[in-house]
């Protein structure tokens, strides 16, 4: 049975950093691509970043260029997300997903993910 288990969300200050986590378990994570996306009230859920396998390439929405940073550990079955400079719009439940490598498709559209978390969620004050 495949699980995606974020973590790491809360409340947290304009300017202030959170690290999320996603743990996996269910399949071979380190043959998967792993994104992260959030939906803040109101809004469509939005792709954040993704990596592939190996780590070797990353992928970032553009507002969150220089302020977040995709991580993964094979060897512990976890992606992270660190998410610094944190303001008021980045407020939002952040989901993981996984899709296999090699899957066509575009890392930045959630069809193209096959299993996702439940959420974890990030609250910014300004």
């Known amino acids: 049975q495949v699980r995606l288990t974020e973590s790491g969300g809360g409340l947290v200050q304009a300017g202030g950093s959170l690290r999320l986590s996603c743990v996996a378990s269910g399949f071979t994570f380190s043959t998967y691509v792993m994104g992260w996306f959030r939906r803040a009230p109101g809004k469509e859920r939005e792709f954040v970043a993704a990596?592939?396998?190996?780590?070797?390439?990353?992928y970032y929405e553009d507002p969150v260029k220089g302020r977040f940073f995709i991580s993964r550990d094979n060897a512990k079955n976890t992606a992270y997300l660190q998410m610094n400079s944190l303001n008021p719009e980045d407020t939002a439940v952040y989901y993981c997903?996984?899709?296999?490598?090699?899957?066509?498709?575009?890392?930045?559209?959630?069809?193209?993910?096959?299993?996702w978390g439940q959420g974890t969620q990030v609250t910014v004050s300004a």
């Open positions: 997903a996984s899709v296999p490598t090699g899957v066509s498709g575009s890392y930045y559209y959630p069809d193209t993910y096959d299993h």
């Open positions: 990596i592939e396998w190996n780590g070797g390439n990353k």
